[in-house]
């Protein structure tokens, strides 16, 4: 098995090389038609169905990563971050694939293959070995909730992704209006956002290959009915700490630019020895992804939305509205299907009750309100365009909340989903 699960590994490496030189192709078919010294049309047509075929091999050997993990795994990769996230990855593709070939849009390729990119990249943060089944997954329902719960939320990121350029394409980026100016700063936080996410990958990938490590140990007290006992417990930290846990003592501490100490530790409220340990990532995040974001402003000179604005130019406003409203009327119902009626289903065999409240039910459920008011404004009040656009923006982000913030910040019934 050990084989067949070092090929599945070495296929999902393969696809997401081949995502990437299909991402690069996309721009070429993009930006290269503005050189190149045929009919623009022509040259868009012909390298888009290169980078069509180079992401669809892609899709394939992801395919074909995902069922022998199954094989090599004995039950189906679903049931933690990296397998979730591989999971999702995979699915962003299929629903590109089938919005592709429907609208036969190229600029489409340009924002969402590197979605799948993104995601991937992340699910390798997380350990990669294949875990057995805890008990309260060890259900058919795992396979049917997950999986189509992950279906559509694939079709939101095309949603993301075509509402995302019909902003790029119609906000007046040098106007200075005040209106013109809060959507420019609206879709900088948007690019903001999008970095913070990549550059907690890099981050993480950077120390890891550095082999950084610090360790804390933290001794609390527990029993009842009069009887007490101290418990230990050790976090690993593989950032610098610059938070520590809450009352804890340093075990090992690898110093970094000068720090030989963290410079505070977790407040009393961050309950658990690990809560120290995600704080520290989430300022990490945001101070490597303030760094990449200036990085990336001075390379362009300008804000980052003025900047790709113009790569945008020639196309159809009304028809990016159109895939981003069409995505979202395919993922909805299917999510709701999987992260609500077999996620409650699955609830009552698992617990015995339907809806406990717990972070991930509450999350997944303020998703489905959300996508159930961009429809009804959308079908009810004529909300298209720009309205419509920005509710699909911010939609995605709340599920990608839910599937990040939740799973590794909040605790629940669901942090089976995270890693130590």
């Known amino acids: 098995m050990s084989g067949l699960l070092n090929f599945s590994s070495n296929m999902f490496v393969v696809a997401f090389f081949l995502y990437c030189a299909a991402f690069i192709l996309f721009a070429v078919a993009i930006m290269g038609r503005r050189w190149s010294n045929r009919d623009p049309e ?29 094989a090599g795994g004995g039950h189906i990769p679903v049931s933690n971050m990296y397998e979730f996230m591989s999971f999702l990855s995979m699915m962003v593709m299929v629903a590109f694939t089938v919005v592709y070939l429907i609208y036969r849009k190229t600029i ?40 189509m719960a992950a279906a559509g939320e694939s079709f939101f990121a095309i949603a993301f992704a075509a509402g995302f350029m019909y902003l790029l394409r119609t906000v007046n980026f040098s106007s200075t209006d005040k209106k013109d100016r809060r959507q420019q700063r609206w879709v900088e936080i948007v690019f903001f956002s999008i970095i913070l996410v990549i550059s907690f990958i890099i981050t993480v990938f950077a120390f890891r290959a550095a082999g950084y490590e610090s360790v804390f140990t933290q001794t609390k007290a527990s029993g009842t009915a009069g009887q007490t006992a101290s418990v230990t417990q050790t976090v690993e930290y593989k950032l610098p700490p610059i938070v520590a846990p809450y009352h804890s003592k340093v075990e090992s501490y690898q110093p ?46 300008k804000p980052l939305g003025r900047a790709a604005s113009p790569f945008l130019d020639g196309i159809d406003p009304d028809d990016l509205d159109e895939i981003s409203y069409r995505a979202i009327a395919i993922g909805f119902p299917i999510f709701t299907l999987g992260a609500l009626i077999f996620a409650m289903i699955w609830a009552q065999v698992a617990w015995g009750r339907f809806w406990g409240w717990d972070p ?41 909340f839910t599937l990040v913030g939740v799973n590794l910040v909040i605790a629940g019934l669901h942090s089976y989903a995270g890693t130590n």
Do not use: D
């Open 360 to 400: 991930k039910e509450v999350w997944a459920l303020i998703c489905w309100l959300f996508y159930s008011a961009y429809l009804h404004l959308r079908l009810s009040r004529g909300w298209q365009g720009r309205q419509s656009s920005w509710l699909s923006v911010l939609g995605f982000l709340v599920v990608m």
């Open 108 to 147: 489409l390729g340009l924002f969402a293959v590197p979605i799948t990119i993104i995601i991937m990249a992340y699910a390798a943060v997380f350990p990669q070995e294949v875990q057995p089944l805890i008990p309260s997954l060890q259900s058919y329902w795992l396979k049917i909730h997950v999986t």
């Open 42 to 70: 022509s040259h868009r047509r012909k390298w888009g169905n290169i980078a069509f075929g180079v992401s669809s091999l892609g899709l394939v050997l992801e395919l074909t990563y995902f069922f022998t993990r199954w």
């Open 256 to 301: 970094f630019l000068g720090m030989t100490k963290p410079l505070f530790s977790a407040p009393s409220w961050m309950n658990g020895i690990n809560a120290g340990r995600k704080f520290n990532t989430i300022i990490w995040t945001v101070i490597s992804g303030i760094i990449l974001y200036g990085i990336l402003r001075l390379i362009a000179r």
